[in-house]
């Protein structure tokens, strides 16, 4: 089946920093790559739709320039949180599409983000 | 605003209790329904889902939900819970062949062997 999978699965970093999560599609090419965020108790909310070869594309509220998205191949989508604050903690989620299917996403494993 | 909705956040069963979990969403137009899994420490996982046709769909592991257009709902059914059924269900919809899933809050699942 689709697998994908997401380094690291969790991270500390200090205020400031900036932290890149990795999803990768392991046995499928993904064109359209999802990144989403779950705070504790709460649902998945989209964050930005990742589209191989070019500029992502952010849900309303989003600060493009602090989740630095990049869709570089057919199998891998880096999403980047500059500059973390403690605020920014929280588990991020990223699934993929397989390409010419526009029917289901096969969801990662997640992140958990902690900032000090 | 679209939205999904569980009523349920929280379900406690024993093994062989009947479940049900309700999933509703608030838009007129053409829906795409799902419900995902994420069992403890594992990813989110496709259970079922509608697109059109028959109402009464079947998934994996003996799940079956039922679509009720008039009513928006989408709740998800199963007779007979296992211990193993112990999760978090997600329902989620896209709305007019949009690429958004929205999902509802979940419900996590206890059933007590």
């Known amino acids: 089946g689709a697998v994908v999978s997401q380094h690291p699965s969790w991270v500390i970093c200090k205020s400031g920093t900036s932290v890149k999560i990795e999803c990768r599609s392991l046995?499928?090419?993904?064109?359209?790559m999802f990144w989403y965020r779950q705070f504790p108790k709460q649902s998945l909310m989209l964050m930005a739709t990742?589209?191989?070869?070019?500029?992502?594309?952010?849900e309303q509220g989003v600060e493009k320039d602090k989740f630095l998205i990049n869709h570089a191949s057919l199998t891998l989508s880096t999403l980047t949180v500059t500059s973390a604050h403690p605020e920014d903690s929280s588990f991020y989620i990223c699934?993929?599409?397989?390409?010419?299917?526009?029917?289901?996403?096969?969801f990662g494993p997640g992140t958990r983000l902690t900032v000090l | 605003a679209q939205s999904v909705s569980q009523h349920n956040h929280h379900v406690i069963l024993s093994e062989a209790a009947s479940l049900e979990l309700g999933c509703n969403y608030s838009?007129?137009?053409?829906?795409?329904l799902f419900w995902y899994v994420q069992y403890p420490g594992q990813h989110l996982q496709l259970l079922l889902k509608?697109?059109?046709?028959?109402?009464l769909v079947k998934g994996i592991k003996g799940f079956e939900a039922e679509f009720i257009k008039s009513k928006f709902s989408f709740n998800l059914r199963k007779p007979s819970v296992q211990w193993s059924d112990t999760a978090e269900y997600f329902c989620?919809?896209?709305?007019?062949?949009?690429?958004?899933?929205?999902f509802g809050s979940g419900t996590r699942l206890l059933v007590r062997p």
């Open positions: 699934s993929a599409r397989v390409q010419g299917r526009t029917d289901t996403q096969y």
């Open positions: 990742s589209n191989e070869g070019s500029k992502a594309t952010y």
């Open positions: 046995d499928f090419q993904a064109t359209t």
């Open positions: 509608y697109f059109s046709g028959d109402p």
């Open positions: 838009y007129g137009g053409t829906v795409n």
């Open positions: 989620a919809v896209r709305m007019d062949s949009s690429y958004k899933l929205i």
